[in-house]
């Protein structure tokens, strides 16, 4: 049965010689075709992808905050939000479990999923989207049915996380891969991490093994990243008001707080801590705990709170949020009288 929501698959073996994609805007929906050769045989994929779903993805560009810094850091903590994104799961989960029937053993159920990642063109941003640097949803590669390095990588962790695969990130110098853990895989090579082997694999280019690295990057340092789950939240915005504005006597203070949670998944157990104290003094003259609701992947929610404090020309208005999961975010914010209302 076909659902407009989010995809209708099949994997069918007939006699196509190389991949082919194709795309076609329906009633709510792109019907995706996608075909490649995989061990001798040819594979066919049919997805119906929703319209919505696409230009949400399409719309939500606030994770282009991110870039990459190959000179010896980690991944930016939004950047697992693209390929765990809450939105997808069901087309992914779908996908990955098309990639597993009828398919004996871990490794070449991975081995399966690598080969179709593999089939999707390879192509620069600069070339597809205009963008020096654009970061592909998974729903929007399989849209576009291109990407380059990041967008294939994204792709495949999805998978591979559906699949419940042990995997990691592998970066390198101005490239990223992909190293998984699992038995049956033939291969001399591997990097090791945390007292297991992961092996590399390559989403570029067709017909790269599990395990086989190409030349270019056989010396090169690998940095190897485990999966990380934590949501990023984000504080978009804060507004503070007193009224009236007196050194001896209590205000009513109103403080706004625009959050935006990029995922993946939702932030849990919301609590905003407010602390008013005089600088200097290290007086406290106001502390206030807030529970707040639970904010769902991708939401932007202000949150209005209200404390009764005495306002001194040098008093600094500290705000800690904490949630399940997530680290902590501390803000400070130093009143004066240009900043209240008398």
């Not at 990642?117 to 576009?144: C, H, M, N, W």
């Not at 007292?195 to 017909?207: F, V």
Request: net charge negative; aromatic share 12%.
């Amino acid at each position: 049965m076909r659902t407009r929501l989010y995809l209708f698959i099949l994997l069918a073996f007939a006699h196509l010689t190389a991949s082919a994609h194709s795309v076609v805007k329906r009633d709510g929906y792109y019907e995706v075709q996608h075909s490649w050769e995989y061990k001798g045989k040819s594979c066919s994929v049919m997805l119906n992808i929703s319209t919505a779903l696409y230009d949400y993805y399409q719309n939500d560009r606030e994770h282009h905050f991110y870039r990459y810094h190959f000179n010896g850091s980690v991944v930016p903590p939004n950047y697992f939000g693209f390929m765990l994104s809450e939105r997808d799961r069901v087309v992914i989960r779908a996908l990955a479990q098309e990639f597993s029937n009828g398919v004996d053993t871990e490794a070449e159920r991975i081995a399966l999923a690598l080969s179709f990642v593999q089939s999707l063109s390879y192509a620069f941003d600069t070339e597809s989207k205009g963008d020096d640097e654009y970061v592909r949803y998974p729903i929007e590669t399989l849209v576009d049915g291109c990407g380059d390095c990041e967008d294939k990588v994204s792709l495949l962790a999805a998978l591979l996380y559906e699949m419940d695969a042990d995997f990691v990130l592998l970066l390198l110098p101005e490239h990223m891969a992909v190293g998984v853990h699992c038995d049956g895989v033939l291969a001399d090579r591997y990097m090791l991490f945390r007292g297991k082997k992961y092996y590399y694999l390559e989403t570029t280019m067709p017909e790269w093994r599990m395990g086989q690295i190409p030349e270019d990057y056989q010396s090169a340092e690998m940095e190897v990243v485990p999966i990380d789950e934590t949501p990023t939240l984000l504080v978009k915005g804060l507004r503070f008001e007193s009224h009236p504005c007196r050194s001896f006597e209590k205000a009513d203070c109103d403080l706004e707080v625009e959050l935006h949670n990029l995922g993946p998944g939702e932030v849990k157990d919301v609590v905003l801590h407010v602390r008013v104290v005089e600088k200097g003094m290290n007086r406290l003259l106001a502390e206030e705990y807030y529970s707040l609701k639970d904010l769902q992947e991708g939401e932007y929610r202000t949150e209005k709170v209200s404390v009764v404090s005495l306002i001194r020309e040098n008093s600094v208005l500290e705000m800690e949020l904490t949630g399940t999961g997530i680290t902590p975010l501390y803000y400070e914010y130093e009143m004066n009288y240009s900043r209240v209302r008398r």
